[in-house]
Each structure stands twice: as C-alpha cells, then as structure tokens.
C-alpha cells in the first residue's frame, strides 16, 4: 500500500509520514471531501500482521469511536484499504508532552496542573465509557498551538463491560514499564 506523498489510502491523501511503531504508522492526510488535514494510523502489513496487532488495532478503533472528549484525540472514521485497517483521527497541531519537556524543561508549575487536570478529565470520561487507557505517558499526551493536552494512542486501551468486567486477558503486562503503575507490575513496596 502507497505511502508515499500523493497515494491514496481509502478516501484520503497522504502528504507524508508522521511516526512509525513496530506495528503501525501515523500519517499526515488530506481529507479531499473537506481538504482538512488528518492523521491517518495505518496498521501495517494489514492481515498479514501479528494476530495481538490486529487485534489491539481494532480495539483502538472500538475505543475511540466511544470516546467524545475534547481533551481526546478524536477518531473521524475507521476502514480497511487493500487489507490495511486504518483510523482517521484529528490531527494535533503541537508537540508531545515528552517532546516538551525534553526540549523546554519541567512546565511551570501552574502549566503543569493545567496539563495534569485536563489529563485527569480526559481519563475520567474514559473511564466513564468503560475504556481504561493503560499507557499514559507523556508521548502519548499531545500539547495543542494553545498548549492544551490531548490524549492519544489508545492502543494498550482495555476495554470493560457494563459491570465493569474486563474484555481482554488478565495476568498480561501491558504499558511502558517506566510509566505504569507498581500494583500493574507486581512491585508493590513492602
């Protein structure tokens, strides 16, 4: 499948790469119905790829077709192209928060409890469609031009059921080690 400049995926345009995973790459695409300009996640090698891919590919869809937030990146439209499922989503014009602070330092303290807090209602909604985001770091928080975070890259998302039971396998760690949780890794003090 073209990935190149100028190829078409579905209904849209690539102008060029964004990032690559072992599994997937986001692209920057026009979208001709509108001219606006997305991100295109492309799972790649499409059915070809690992079973675990393909399906943590569709459950990102599934979750963020759930998720309406303004501090979530949102999905516009999901399909398969030549046997490569794809997600169009917003594109966030800014930088990751890693990227951020990499480059300017720590956020003052004051941009750092706005961040935080728009992080907070951003899982809080998640949470509250039943999707837990499982690996929330700051590569995967998106600053806006106005500086406002944007959660991104559900991914590792796991899904519940309306009781609150989980719909994928218990027992498997999942996340940037780094960033997860001790209760998560079974490295609780004491």
Known sequence: MGQTPGAAIGPYEVLGELGRGTHGAVLRAR???????IALKLL???RAAPDNARQRFAREARA???????????????????????????LVDG????????????????????????????LAHAHGNEVLHRD????????????EPRLGDFGLAKELDATGASLTR???LL???????PEQTGSLPG
């Open 31 to 37: 979208d001709p119905a509108t001219g606006e300009v």
């Open 44 to 46: 790649l090698r499409g």
């Open 64 to 90: 963020l077709e759930r998720l309406r937030h303004p501090g979530i990146v949102s999905v516009r439209a999901t399909g398969e192209a030549q046997g490569v499922p794809w997600i169009a989503m917003d």
């Open 95 to 122: 930088v990751s928060l890693e990227r951020r602070v990499s480059h300017g330092g720590p956020l003052p303290e004051a941009e750092a409890a706005r961040v935080a807090l728009g992080v907070a209602r951003a």
């Open 136 to 147: 929330v770091k700051p590569s995967n928080v998106l600053l806006d031009a106005a500086g």
């Open 170 to 172: 218990s027992g498997v």
């Open 175 to 181: 996340g940037t080690p780094g960033y997860c949780a």
